[in-house]
């Protein structure tokens, strides 16, 4: 084994090279190809500082998707420092089991204020994929301690993406996630996804919409109501491309779960705490009232791995009124109701209300406007979006709306651009999501987008020379 070595006491240079090798030596880094795996160096961020990040060579780079759409009131923010160093000094764990600490109590009781309905608990998790999996399992206990033990399927939708535990990853519906990836398939069904852009030529988006909600009573018709347990979707599909639905899509979603008894999951692990304006998007910008909201990334902005789920007080009376006391619901994790994470969150919920929430609504038009503008460009189909994520999707023509075979990896070629630029942007195969911290001003907007424009510039330029896209 190699002797330890103290590498924060290097200059940064040295740190830099110090942490590439040790990471090519050490590090597996998430979602690898199994050629590289194990062996691979990414972008070394050293610092972040409100909406910027900086680079191993001391590069400044916007922070386009705010992280992994979590950084939502920006690096380096004293407050939630202090929030978390003063919880830390007071009580810096407790375990859940059968002690509980004060800001997970008062959390959950604020979080509850800004759900929707009857959401009127919380328990809390990790994470995002910890969240929709403790939703599951919850939806698993109900149904057998109600005596239906056989009301198990979930339904899910194509472009879904919600998470890297088994059972959550097997709700995905993202090209590619599952191609070398087991799940667990016999409990889920999959759904079309509701993205208007990949609607079928001379359909309109009303239509398509319709099209969608058949879909889904008829799926329920021929499988039974009986048999299917809940439903998981994002309100806005996030790493599926920021797929925004049709108009009143979730609304007629939720009253066919309503009437046949399946439960409805809204999966706000992207888009609550701030994204769309909002604590929760799932009441404010859709008028839809779960049975279950799953949320992480934001609620900390980052700083902290939390997540949860807020349950509807009509499931937990059920149980509580059942003929089955002692059945346990034998799920938790170590760090359910970290108080550190629920410290942080407090202290990041207060500054989401006094001032990043209205702000984001103030912003978001003007973001989306800007980044609208970017459809001048031949190689973007289309620029969509809500609040403060949007996404740019790259075409090679827009008739056929080929996604230049995917394969160019266009996302990842204007990413490489646009750091040079002084951007970092989250490519997906075609796509460029962007998704800034949400205290992002105009004037950064203004800078972002004209990175971006020069980035799809670039590499039209790229391609053409390649001779691979000549539009
Ligand atoms: C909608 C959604 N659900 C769940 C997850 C999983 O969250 P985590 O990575 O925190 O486990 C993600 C992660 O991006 C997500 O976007």
Redesign the pocket.
Known sequence: MAAARDIGTNDADDFAVDAVELATRHLVQPWPYAGSVGAEARTLIGEGDGIYITDANGKRLIDGPAG??CTNVGHRREELARAMYDQTMRLSYNTPWYTMSAPSAELARRIADHAPGGLSHVFFTT??????ETALRFMQFFNNVKGRPEKKLILSRGG??????YL?ASLNGRARDRDWMDGIDGLVVKLTSPDPFRRPNGTSVEAFGDFLVDEFRDTVGRLGAEKIGAFVG?PV???GGVIVPPKNYLKRIREICRANDILYVS?????AFGRLGSVFASGDCFGIDPDMI?F??GVTSGYF?L?GVVISDRLLEELRRSNHPDALFGHGLTYTSHPVGCAVALKNLDLLEDGVLAHTREIAPYFQAQLKTLEELPLVGEVRGMGLMACVECVADRDSKNPLELDKNVGARIDAHCQELGLLVRPLINMCVMSPPLVITRSQIDDMVGILREGISRTMDDLRKEGVWQG
């Open positions: 992994m759409w994470g995002g994929s910890t969240a929709v879904a993406y919600h998470g890297s535990t959550s994002e599909q996030a790493s999966d706000e692990v992207v888009t799953t992480a990334k791995p997540g």
